[in-house]
């Protein structure tokens, strides 16, 4: 199934550009930071606190493609995961009209956040062994289904989901495939950060709240094409 990203995009998400603070668009030499009323005193701490920060996060995402070994521009780093779930709904889903497909029993915060953005939740329970029913599934897609979320390592029941049926689903949905990673450190189930290239339609999702013992930082990482990133820094 050919995947086409533009007829899944919400209208007035197109026209938006992503944030840009006026001090990263200046391009001479600049000695005194007048233009975002901060405390030029600086911080009493060892960081500079009292600079607003790059709205683009480039130095944390660089470590991170260091780590990971996936390009930064291929990289939005959320306020925790949830604000990844969160921003899939605005920028894909339009409310009252679309629809999107969750596989009970599962992370509850993807019916939470559609609820919130008043996008009707189609939910195709797994198998007797927590696995995929991909038949269910793709009979459950009609012309306004946007996103199908797959936890693996799922959360709460613990396995991994089959990576054939993923892959059969990622080749046939017609629209978004959200693979939520969070618990991918505590398995052997290999991630799928590094099949991006190979599935234009992919959002891969991790965190540095489990492994990383991180949860205070409320960092989420979502992994996915440039043409999905750009649409997430907008």
């Avoid at 996008?119 to 198998?127: A, G, S, W």
């Avoid at 062994?129 to 012309?143: C, K, S």
Wanted: aromatic share 10%; glycine share 6%.
């Amino acid at each position: 199934m050919e995947f086409n990203l533009e007829q899944l995009v919400r209208q007035n998400i197109k026209q938006l550009t992503p944030y840009s603070s006026a001090r990263h668009e200046f391009t001479g030499k600049a000695s005194v930071f007048l233009d975002a009323n901060e405390n030029a005193y600086g911080s009493p701490l060892a960081d500079k606190f009292n600079r607003y920060p790059d709205p683009l996060q480039w130095q944390l995402k660089f470590q991170l493609a260091r780590i990971k070994g996936v390009p930064a521009e291929n990289i939005f780093v959320g306020n925790g995961s949830d604000e990844v779930i969160d921003l899939a709904y605005r920028i894909f889903c339009n409310p009252t009209k679309d629809n999107v497909i969750v596989c009970p029993p599962t992370y509850g915060m993807y019916e939470v956040s559609g609820n919130i953005n008043d996008v009707f939740i189609k939910k195709v329970n797994l198998t007797e062994d927590f696995q995929l029913d991909v038949e269910g599934i793709l009979e459950a897609v009609d012309e306004h289904t946007k996103l199908l979320f797959i936890c693996s390592p799922n959360n709460p029941t613990g396995n991994n989901m089959n990576r054939s049926d993923v892959e059969v689903l990622l080749n046939n949905f017609p629209g978004i495939v959200v693979i939520d990673e969070a618990y991918i450190n505590y398995s052997k189930q290999k991630t799928f950060i590094q099949e991006l290239t190979e599935y234009p339609n992919l959002i891969v999702m991790q965190t540095l709240s489990k492994a990383w013992g991180l949860a205070a930082l409320r960092l989420g990482l979502c992994y996915a094409s440039m043409d999905i990133i750009d649409l997430f820094n907008k």
